[in-house]
């Protein structure tokens, strides 16, 4: 040091003190920069080491976070990296991996009947394209199944690439659990092949059909129903061929239902043109499905020919009766009319003759026989009270005053009487101005009279309202008391043979009967019969 100073001390012996300071500065100035060069660089260097660093933490967070079973290998087949997920799958430890070789690891996974030198041939194979590949992947994705250290057999998928980094050669291999989506697969097989065989051996026809029309699946009833021996002939014969012409025309309009959003029309009835000719009806339920991963239309049929027909038959058995139930009314009408007049005319002039053959007699003979007087005074009042009688049955019978008088007159005559017997208040509202064919009104009469019977048999009532209304649509009659009531089990029982008969009645003439009660509140009954 002092050699070196004794030589700066000699060159710049010469220089001023000036120049001396100026050269110090410059120096320093050096120096400083030199100074923080080094700081820089150092700086840089760690920065570097920190940025690598947080790379390689994030590499192994992603690694270890991966749903995919992730292993990488040296060239030598060595494991070097065994994440969290390969742990799940396979059961086997990061600790038991790490520095052995990955094909002893693999046999260890492999089904026993899977576990041969072909095996092991294969994975040298897979190792020896690998250092060949320039991609650094080898083919495509394969399937195999595991039996992981449960026991538990899983599908898995496996991609096997290689990782060239400063001439140093890695293998690494994606293993993903695909376990669930097989079964879900197969499931979803199953389901289909069981749909299907259901559809195929169903009793109901079933086709799968287009928004078109086109049939894409038929099954065997379809086809019996149909009368045709394939699908193909099903298909190649048109809508219009197969069905009716009120059919066909029907079902245009859903056409063009469907083809505008609506997709209301669900169920309805078709008539169909079979093979032969022979006509069909059929019940159609229809519906969207997912057939094959497009959405179509399921429609079933349901054959109800033979129900058609039985209902027919029904309709006009009933028919029938309503035909034979309104003769009757008739004749039984015609009776009453026959027997009133009979009574009221022969049984009535007999007793009225009678009467006055009693009176005469009495009159002679009440001062010279008092006492067969007295018995024929007795005789008289009895004679009397049997013509009372005659009347009343006449009366009930056929009413001569409904066919002079009317309705309205009718059933006041009727009302006031039925006070008389019963002590029951009836309390009528009856429009002045009711007018009717007479088959009609003796239905209104009829009804009356049946209700009024059942009011004193079973309503146990103080009073009865009863008004007649009637407008150009028609007449309605409304008869309700202040009883007990009646069960509504009641009232449309089998058994109730009055309300039964009252029904009939209507019926004739299209009419319509309402009955409600409530226990306590009396009963209420309404009926309207169109003009």
């Not at 009356?448 to 028609?474: D, F, M, P, W």
Request: aromatic share 6%; hydrophobic share 35%; proline share 2%.
């Amino acid at each position: 040091m002092e050699e070196e100073y004794y030589s700066i001390n000699m060159k710049d012996k010469d220089k001023t003190k000036d120049e001396l300071i100026k050269e110090l500065e410059n120096l320093k100035k050096e120096h400083d920069s030199l100074k923080t060069s080094y700081e820089k660089d150092i700086t840089g260097r760690n920065l570097a080491e920190e940025a690598l660093h947080a790379s390689e933490e994030k590499h192994r967070m992603l690694i270890e976070q991966s749903i995919d079973g992730i292993v990488i290998s040296d060239e030598h087949g060595n494991v070097s990296v065994w994440n969290k997920s390969m742990e799940s799958i396979t059961g086997i430890q990061q600790c038991e991996t790490i520095g052995r070789p990955l094909w002893e690891i693999q046999l260890r996974l492999i089904p026993v009947e899977q576990k041969t030198l072909e095996l092991l041939g294969q994975l040298r194979n897979i190792l020896k394209n690998l250092l060949e590949s320039k991609m650094g992947w080898l083919g495509e994705p394969r399937e195999q199944t595991i039996i992981d250290v449960n026991g538990t057999h899983k599908v898995v998928q496996d991609s096997t690439f290689m990782i060239k980094t400063n001439n140093k050669v890695n293998f690494g291999t994606i293993i993903r659990d695909i376990t669930a989506h097989r079964q879900s697969e197969e499931s979803l097989r199953q389901e289909k092949e069981n749909f299907r065989c259901s559809l195929d051996a169903s009793p109901l026809g079933v086709r799968i059909v287009t928004m078109e029309g086109k049939t894409v699946y038929a099954n065997q009833a379809a086809l019996i129903i149909y009368g045709y021996n394939s699908i193909e002939e099903l298909q190649n014969t048109s809508l219009k061929d197969r069905y009716t012409p009120e059919s066909y025309a029907q079902a245009q309009e859903r056409k063009r239902q469907r083809e505008s959003g609506d997709l209301s029309a669900t169920k309805y009835e078709v008539s169909i043109v079979r093979k032969n000719g022979e006509i069909r009806h059929l019940q159609v339920f229809r519906k969207e499905v997912l057939w094959d991963g497009i959405m179509q239309f399921q429609i079933i049929y349901d054959d109800i020919t033979e129900r058609k027909q039985a209902e027919k038959e029904v309709i006009k058995s009933k028919k029938l009766l309503e035909d034979l139930h309104k003769h009757l009314n008739e004749i039984r009408e015609n009776e009453r009319a026959l027997i009133s007049r009979e009574i009221h005319d022969q049984i009535g002039q007999s007793l009225t003759a009678l009467k006055l053959d009693l009176n005469w007699m009495n009159k002679y003979i009440k001062n010279i026989y008092p006492e067969a007087a007295a018995k024929l005074q007795d005789m008289i009042e009895l004679v009397t009270g049997t013509i009372k009688d005659v009347q009343r049955i006449s009366s009930e019978l056929r009413p001569g005053i409904l066919d002079d008088l009317g309705l309205a007159a009718a059933i006041e005559w009727y009302c006031d009487e039925f006070e008389k017997r019963t002590a029951i208040k009836c309390n009528l509202r009856i429009d002045d101005s009711i007018f009717g064919d007479s088959q009609k009104n003796l239905v209104f009469f009829r009804v009356l009279q049946e209700a009024l019977t059942n009011v004193i048999r079973h309503a146990n009532a103080s009073s009865v309202t009863i008004k007649l209304h009637q407008t150009q649509k028609g007449t309605t009659l409304t008869i309700q008391d202040n009883g007990i009531g009646i069960a509504a089990e009641m009232i449309e029982s089998t058994n109730a043979l009055g309300l039964i008969g009252m029904r009939e009645r209507v019926k004739q003439f299209n009419g319509a009967i309402d009955i409600s009660s409530k226990k306590g509140h009396g009963t209420k009954l309404k009926i309207f019969i169109p003009s």
